[in-house]
T-cell receptor
Framework: GENVEQHPSTLSVQEGDSAVIKCTYSDSASNYFPWYKQELGKRPQLIIDIRSNVGEKKDQRIAVTLNKTAKHFSLHITETQPEDSAVYFC?????????????FGQGTTLQVKP | GAGVSQSPSNKVTEKGKDVELRCDPISGHTALYWYRQSLGQGLEFLIY????????KSGLPSDRFSAERTGGSVSTLTIQRTQQEDSAVYLC????????????FGDGTRLSIL
């Protein structure tokens, strides 16, 4: 079945620096890749997503890139702020059934130091 | 309300008891998903409902787990004869049509088995 690997598991950066989180997926038929931010005790919040027909998408300080050939995608956060501190999850879905069920990575705990 | 609503928010029960968890999706959303998040882990897909189609139950970990969705709206996840390893946060998400439409999560039910 589909498998999603996420790295690193923890990431600590200084405020203002950039943060990059990387994910690889196993099912070449996957076609939708969302990223979720989860603060402690809260629900996962969708922050950005990308579909397989584009290679990059940006939303203010957040960007996601997709390399379908290599089957990996990355989240880039620029000018990090303390409020960016949270656990970030990547996910993949698609395949022949395309139900939308998400296969998640194990998460990255991002700490932004003031 | 405008978001996905789950109840109860917390549930503590003794090993061997049955529990029912409820999810009320965003109005008009035809796709509904259940996921499980164990402590410090990623999200694990459990089951998917889409309209009147047969549900995708491929993620249910054992036959003690079942779910239904009545009238295409509210869903109930039932765990029979609970075990300690069932302790987790159970999250529900909905999307407008499934596929690669964004999924929006509820706050989850934190289930603790004593």
């Amino acid at each position: 079945g589909e498998n999603v690997e996420q790295h690193p598991s923890t990431l600590s950066v200084q405020e203002g620096d950039s943060a990059v989180i990387k994910c690889t997926y196993s099912d070449s038929a996957s076609n939708y890749f969302p990223w979720y931010k989860q603060e402690l005790g809260k629900r996962p919040q969708l922050i950005i997503d990308i579909r397989s027909n584009v290679g990059e998408k940006k939303d203010q300080r957040i960007a996601v890139t997709l390399n379908k050939t290599a089957k990996h995608f990355s989240l880039h956060i620029t000018e990090t702020q303390p409020e960016d501190s949270a656990v970030y999850f990547c996910a993949a879905s698609g395949g022949s059934s395309n139900t939308g069920k998400l296969i998640f990575g194990q998460g990255t705990t991002l700490q932004v130091k003031p | 309300g405008a978001g996905v609503s789950q109840s109860p928010s917390n549930k503590v029960t003794e090993k061997g008891k049955d529990v029912e968890l409820r999810c009320d999706p965003i109005s008009g959303h035809t796709a509904l998903y259940w996921y499980r998040q164990s402590l410090g882990q990623g999200l694990e897909f459990l089951i998917y409902f889409q309209g009147n189609s047969a549900p995708d139950k491929s993620g249910l970990p054992s036959d003690r787990f079942s779910a239904e969705r009545t009238g295409g709206s509210v869903s109930t996840l039932t765990i029979q004869r609970t075990q300690q390893e069932d302790s987790a946060v159970y999250l529900c998400a909905s999307s407008s049509t499934g596929g690669w439409q964004p999924q929006h999560f509820g706050d989850g039910t934190r289930l603790s088995i004593l």
